[in-house]
């Protein structure tokens, strides 16, 4: 599924340069829905390219043995659109990392872009409350929360987003807000540590093992938060894991044209 955040069309593989170890780790052994000869296209998309071949050795070494198997892929006197076609399709596949790299870029995607703060604080009362923000990305949800909680801690896997965080904090003198690294599976935080946990767009992949580690880390009767933003698809029903779960929802139409639904639930320990 391509969520056209992008134009492809406009990058080049430069950009894997730019890109985190777990993203070439993905890129390289995980993708299993590409509509193609994923292998050949590779080939073709960084024949131009040797010197990103040898970062994401470096940078990933567990990447090597699919690496190997795209320099397998013999050169078949590819013309230049050819292989350029290839570049565009890989990049578009994984346009998501793309934006991950391009922090401003991912600002102005569909779901933060007109994105009102109003639907978090409805959710949940911050009010001098201690919270992290799960896969914070460019703050969507941190600053927003900052307003009003005592301290917002914005767990970020990828460096190019925590950067732009940190640059935004210092620019515009924020107190109250700490980035980090971490992802949702391993949160790098103690037991009954926040009052508040949010995220947005992250929970999905792993539900269970997602939750009980959010779930971890709030403190007994606090809150999980799913936040998410606004964008133009119009689903009919809230999520099925997350409500036979336990998790409340809530639902209104975005000005992007979407259905969208967000989730609340209380940690009883």
């Known amino acids: 599924m391509y969520y056209r955040w992008i134009d492809a069309s406009r990058y080049s593989m430069d950009c894997f340069l730019l890109f985190d170890r777990w993203a070439l780790r993905w890129i390289f052994t995980d993708c299993d829905y590409y509509d193609g000869d994923y292998v050949s296209d590779m080939a073709k998309a960084l024949y131009k390219y040797p010197y990103i071949d040898a970062f994401c050795r470096r940078k990933a070494p567990e990447c090597s043995t699919f690496l190997d198997q795209v320099c397998r892929i013999p050169n078949k006197a590819w013309m230049d659109d ?4 290839a570049e565009t399709k ?7 990392f793309v ?10 995607v569909n779901y933060i872009r007109n994105w009102d703060a109003k639907y978090l604080h409805e959710l949940v009362d911050l009010q001098d409350k201690i919270v992290l923000d799960v896969g914070a990305g460019t703050g969507r949800l941190a600053f927003a929360a900052a307003t ?19 640059d935004k904090i210092k620019r515009e003198s924020i107190k109250n807000v ?10 790098p935080y103690e037991n009954d540590t926040f009052d508040v946990v949010l995220s947005g767009h992250v929970v999905g992949d792993a539900y269970q093992e997602e939750i009980v ?9 606090g809150w999980l938060v799913i936040c998410n933003g606004d964008d133009e698809f119009r689903r009919t029903s809230p999520d099925k894991e997350l409500t036979a779960r336990g998790f409340e929802w809530f639902c209104h139409e975005s000005i992007e044209g979407g259905i969208i639904y967000n989730y609340r639930k209380q940690v009883k320990k």
């Not at 934006?99 to 102005?108: F, G, I, L, S």
């Not at 580690?213 to 009767?221: A, C, L, S, V």
């Open 82 to 85: 050819e292989m350029r076609k």
């Open 90 to 96: 890989i990049l578009q596949t994984h346009e998501t």
């Open 99 to 108: 934006v991950y790299a391009y922090p401003e870029v991912m600002e102005q």
């Open 148 to 166: 009003k909680a005592k301290r917002v801690y914005a767990s970020e896997p990828c460096d190019q987003l925590r950067e732009y965080m940190r």
């Open 178 to 187: 700490k980035v980090l690294d971490g992802e949702v599976l391993s949160l």
């Open 213 to 221: 580690e959010m779930e971890r880390i709030t403190k007994p009767d």
